[in-house]
């Protein structure tokens, strides 16, 4: 569960990036942001990161206040997220598998279990010929895929896409939202994106936003904003 109550994100300048937001997500609800640029919605994915703090307001986690300066799990809590960039943020003089594989090495995992995970991932998102391959051997629908699997691996609860499908073709971003619909009732998604086909196609809950501020929730619409 994520919940925002009343968050309020000002940046030094005095720039008003969110204005009093507030929307509950439940386990396993696949969430639409949308809104023009500058609107706020990379800043609620920083947030739920917390690579940034809000200036006001509250932010739960699975009941956990991560807003609170008592808060001390922020390890624990990204290892509960899998974050996707619309620029890959892939490693590339590292192969496909060790792109997957490497969140997983940090926190310790036996290499049996690495190997299993990102075997099982790659599966997923139909690369598994390709484990040994290097990025820049591959089309950018590619590594637009392996970001999804290293985002997956590790039993991740929580999948955050930043306009995942921004630099791709349209046949391509759709091969993409194929992989997301595998996904759709074992995570909960938050997927901030322009792109008005793929939410009028998928029919789940949007989110808008309008400097700043949180204007419509549709429990089961299109992109309206």
Known sequence: MIKFENVTKKFPLGNLALAEVSFD???????FLVG?????????????????????GTILVDDFDI???????????RRKIGMIFQDFKILFDKSVFENIALSLKVIGLPEDQIKNQ????????????????????LSAGEIQRIAIARAIVGDRDIILADEP??????????EIMKIFKKLEKTKTILFATHNTDIVNSFQKRVLVLNQGKLTKDHRKGGYDI
């Not at 997500?25 to 969430?31: A, H, P, S, T």
């Not at 023009?36 to 006001?56: C, M, N, Q, V, Y």
């Open 67 to 77: 807003t609170s300066n008592q808060f001390t799990q922020v390890e624990i809590l």
């Open 118 to 137: 990102v075997e099982e991932a790659l599966d997923l998102v139909s690369l598994s010929k390709k484990a040994l391959a290097f990025p820049v051997q």
């Open 36 to 56: 023009p640029s500058g609107a706020g919605k990379t800043t609620i994915l920083k947030l739920i990161l917390r690579e940034s703090l809000p200036t006001d």
């Open 165 to 174: 499908t921004g630099n791709l073709d349209p046949k391509t971003a759709w």
């Open 25 to 31: 997500i439940e386990d396993k609800e696949f969430i």
